[in-house]
């Protein structure tokens, strides 16, 4: 089956650095990809939908210029949390669509575990 | 706006005994996929079983199945035998074929306990 990775599984930084957090289609090309943030016992919010060489589209609320996401390739994605605070703490799950005609499924990476200290 | 509602935050079933956990989603939309992710404590989100809108027998993969009642918005997941493995938090979500995001609408939740 299609596997999506991300890199790192667990950063810590301190408050305001920047931290890269990278999503890869490991064996298949991934056009639209997708970054979640999700709290303890909570639900998956989505934050933002990366389109392959165009800019993402990002949901209300979520301030873009402080996640910047870059979906430079078919097979990655980049979300960079910029002047990083605590209240950033989260974890952090990216998810590709299903390159196939009429899939709406989609594969999640592992998730990214981001304190800010 | 599309939601999806999950009313049991918890639940608790002992091994090898079936349990069901709640869906309802609200949409005026017609052509649309359904879907429970199962999450557990890796917190990894792996794909149950899809249900697509315009089919009306219900969606079955192994000891999981659905009861989709399209008229009623309602699509709950049942899971039979249950077995520790299948303690984790599993989400029910929506997505409009109608749109070409492909955005998913999750429900909160459900955390389900499987005791031995």
Redesign the interface.
């Known amino acids: 089956g299609a596997v999506v990775s991300q890199h790192p599984s667990r950063v810590i930084c301190k408050s305001g650095t920047s931290v890269k957090i990278e999503c890869r289609s490991l064996d298949f090309q991934a056009t639209t990809m997708f970054w979640y943030r999700q709290f303890p016992k909570q639900s998956l919010m989505l934050m933002a939908t990366s389109n392959e060489g165009s800019k993402a589209t990002y949901e209300q609320g979520v301030e873009k210029d402080k996640f910047l996401i870059n979906h430079a390739s078919l097979t990655l994605s980049t979300l960079t949390v910029t002047s990083a605070h605590p209240e950033d703490s989260s974890f952090y799950i990216c998810s590709a669509r299903v390159p196939l005609a009429g899939s709406y499924e989609q594969y999640f990476g592992p998730g990214t575990r981001l304190t800010v200290t | 706006a599309q939601t999806v509602t999950q009313s049991q935050p918890e639940m608790s079933v002992q091994e090898a005994e079936t349990v069901t956990l709640s869906c309802t989603y609200d949409t005026s939309e017609s052509n649309y996929?359904l879907?429970w992710?199962k999450q557990p404590p890796?917190?990894?989100?792996?794909?149950v079983i899809?249900q697509e809108a315009y089919k009306q027998q219900n969606a079955t993969e192994n000891r999981f199945s659905v009861n989709f009642q399209k008229a009623a918005k309602s699509f709950s997941l049942k899971i039979s035998d249950s077995q520790l493995g299948d303690t984790a938090?599993y989400?029910c979500a929506w997505?409009n074929?109608s749109s070409n995001?492909?955005?998913?609408i999750?429900?909160?939740?459900t955390?389900l306990q499987v005791k031995p």
């Open positions: 996929y879907f992710y890796s917190r990894q989100m792996i794909l899809r938090m989400f997505v074929r995001t492909g955005k998913l999750f429900g909160q939740g955390t």
